[in-house]
Antibody
Framework: EVQLVDSGGGLVKPGGSLRLSCAASGFTFSSYAMVWVRQAPGKGLEWVSS????????YYAGSVRGRFTISRDNAKNSLFLQMNSLRGEDTAVYYC??????????WGQGTLVTVSS | QSVLTQPPSASGTPGQRVTISCSGS????????VNWYQQLPGTAPKLLIYSNNQRPSGVPARFSGSKSGTSASLAISGLQSEDEAVYYCAARDDNLNGPVFGGGTKLTVL
């Protein structure tokens, strides 16, 4: 069974940093591109970042470019999102998801990031 | 303001057929496949339709998708109470190197 488990969220002050993790199991992690998608409280979905299978291609939404860094460790079946210079508008539930060309076909349970003083 | 435009709400009675529209532009829906996601209350989104009209394994045939030009739609026939959820359309945008989502449509089963 495909499983993605998100972790690392929490309360952080504006300007602070946080590192999110996503542990994958049940599939060949190194064969799939991965993404982070976030959802602000009561709002819709927003794509944050994508990373290709071997980390060759990395893309970011304009709202996070230069502040967030996506990475992966295929040996440990793990996806990461390093978030720096956090702002109030980054408050959201962050989901990792598997990109299977036909869409994001598996999602983590999400981890809540709250940016507040 | 989402790049893809969806109606904020839709409703129907059990057994009815409802459709949800999604409007975009040539850089997204007009040149890329459309996917639909279902988000039940308090849960992560779930892929419902991919590549405009394909259903992943396990998704009932009551759900169908279509695309024409820069618009797409999701149809749900034989509406059931468990279909009450928020539905999002999405498509890759050539200007962003990533997907854009609609604002979501909250479906209420009356």
């Amino acid at each position: 069974e495909v499983q993605l488990v998100d972790s690392g969220g929490g309360l952080v002050k504006p300007g602070g940093s946080l590192r999110l993790s996503c542990a994958a199991s049940g599939f060949t992690f190194s064969s799939y591109a991965m993404v982070w998608v976030r959802q602000a409280p009561g709002k819709g979905l927003e794509w944050v970042s994508s990373i290709s299978t071997s980390s060759t291609f990395i893309y970011y939404a304009g709202s996070v470019r230069g502040r967030f860094t996506i990475s992966r460790d295929n040996a440990k079946n793990s996806l990461f999102l390093q978030m720096n210079s956090l702002r109030g508008e980054d408050t959201a539930v962050y989901y990792c998801a598997r990109d299977s060309f036909g869409g994001f076909d598996s999602w983590g349970q999400g981890t809540l990031v709250t940016v507040s003083s | 303001q989402s790049v893809l435009t969806q109606p904020p709400s839709a409703s129907g009675t059990p057994g009815q057929r409802v459709t949800i529209s999604c409007s975009g532009s040539t850089s997204n829906i007009g040149s890329n496949a459309v996917n639909w996601y279902q988000q039940l209350p308090g849960t992560a989104p779930k892929l419902l339709i991919y590549s405009n009209n394909q259903r992943p394994s396990g998704v009932p045939a009551r759900f169908s998708g279509s695309k024409s030009g820069t618009s797409a739609s999701l149809a749900i026939s034989g509406l059931q109470s468990e279909d009450e959820a928020v539905y999002y359309c999405a498509a890759r945008d050539d200007n962003l190197n990533g997907p854009v989502f609609g604002g979501g449509t909250k479906l209420t089963v009356l």
